[in-house]
């Protein structure tokens, strides 16, 4: 187990096919494995990281872990749902897991430099 902020990805993964764990949130467990598909050299002017590429929303932070996102999308599916409405206030009116928002995340990635 390492620190995210005292280790570099070229690090722990240096090349292609290399697999690492990332536990995000240790309260809620949110545990991603990861595997670098492909390495890129670098592009002249390019502010790095960057992502090229995602699929799906971003779980609400404090949505409650694995057990409690699976609760938050049953309940905003089923208007009938004893939790719908207050789910929807709760995130903002609307939420789309399947939508992955690239300027987004690219935005987040830019903070970390």
Same mark, same amino acid.
């Given at each position: 187990?390492? +620190? ?10 240096? %090349?292609a %096919?290399? !697999? ?5 949130d ?6 991603? /494995?990861?595997?670098?598909? !492909? /390495?890129?050299?670098?592009?002249p002017g390019?502010? /790095?990281? /960057?992502?090229?590429?995602?699929k ?5 932070e404090d ?7 699976? +609760? ?6 089923d ?9 929807l206030e709760?995130? %903002? ?8 928002? @690239? ?5 987040? @990635?830019r903070?970390?430099?």
């Amino acid at each position: 187990m390492r +620190e995210e902020r005292d280790v570099r990805l070229n690090q722990i993964a240096p %090349g292609a %096919g290399f !697999k690492f764990r990332y536990e995000y949130d240790f309260g809620d467990s949110w545990e991603h /494995v990861l595997v670098v598909e !492909k /390495v890129l050299p670098p592009e002249p002017g390019r502010q /790095v990281p /960057v992502c090229i590429k995602g699929k799906r929303a971003c779980p609400p932070e404090d949505v409650g872990g694995v057990w409690g996102y699976a +609760e938050f999308l049953e309940a905003l599916q089923d208007p009938d749902h004893e939790d719908h409405e207050m789910y929807l206030e709760w995130i %903002g009116g609307e939420f789309d897991a399947e939508e992955f928002d @690239l300027e987004e995340t690219n935005e987040m @990635l830019r903070g970390l430099g």
